[in-house]
């Protein structure tokens, strides 16, 4: 299922609008998340399918707050898994805490909902880490699934990894058997994504809000997400 939509051109001016209004929704979400007294316990009651959220790189759980809302509003137990902080660890030892968390918390039929490299870590758990079948698909948003040409330049290794040359994004990239249960959300345009996050064999749908960080605020992205993960499994 695919509903990318045809390509349209995108004005310098137009990006350069998206480019601010991005960077000024994260750095309030930043900023709120910190002040947050809100505790990741408070969402654990719920009558549908458990949810785990990862975030971004250099995102804590908070900063995903308003999706968190909406899907546990919708009648979602959601999971945070706070010992990933501010999720700053390779993917493969953020995808371990990640299955430890699921384990220990004794989920069953868990659906992942990501942000950026949370799916990358989501597809990692999905392949390498899940004996017990006990996540049955991710909803990802704004993921480097093929990489991103700006992590070549970037001085720290932590983001350095999302380049499209990368050992890790490169089998990730290639490894499509669990695809089928992935679904891809992002705008028209991503500051830190050109590649894009179209994965093939999943569901990707495209949403008319553009950024990297503000389409999480976007109540049609909470609308897409609550109905995907409404689907039967």
Not at 111 to 119: C, L, M, N, T, Y
Not at 124 to 147: K, Q, W
Not at 187 to 197: A, K, L, Q, T, V
Request: glycine share 8%.
């Amino acid at each position: 299922m695919s509903q990318t939509g045809t390509p349209t051109r995108i004005s310098a001016l137009q990006k350069g609008v998206w480019w601010l209004q991005d960077y000024l929704y994260a750095g309030v979400w930043q900023v709120r998340g910190m002040l947050s007294r809100v505790q990741p316990g408070s969402f654990h009651q719920g009558h549908r399918a458990p949810v785990v959220i990862i975030p971004g790189v250099y995102e804590n759980w908070q900063f995903m707050l308003p999706l968190i809302q909406c899907i546990h509003d919708a009648g979602h137990p959601v999971h945070v898994v706070t010992v990933l902080q501010r999720n700053s660890l390779g993917v493969p030892a953020a995808a371990r805490l990640v299955a430890q968390h699921l384990e220990e918390a004794g989920l069953q039929d868990a659906v992942i909902v990501a942000h950026s490299k949370g799916g990358l870590i989501g597809k990692y758990a999905m392949l390498n880490l899940d004996p017990e079948h006990r996540i049955d698909r991710m909803i990802a948003v704004c993921t480097p699934f093929s990489g991103s040409r700006y992590a070549r330049y970037m001085l720290l290794p932590s983001l350095r990894i999302f380049s499209p040359r990368n050992a890790l994004t490169l089998q990730l990239a290639r490894e499509e058997r669990i695809n089928s249960r992935i679904t891809s959300i992002y705008g028209p345009f991503d500051p830190h994504i050109p590649e894009g996050s179209v994965l093939p064999g999943a569901t990707n749908i495209k949403l008319p809000t553009a950024g990297h960080f503000r389409i999480l605020g976007d109540p049609e992205t909470a609308r897409i997400i609550v109905e995907q993960l409404n689907l039967p499994a």
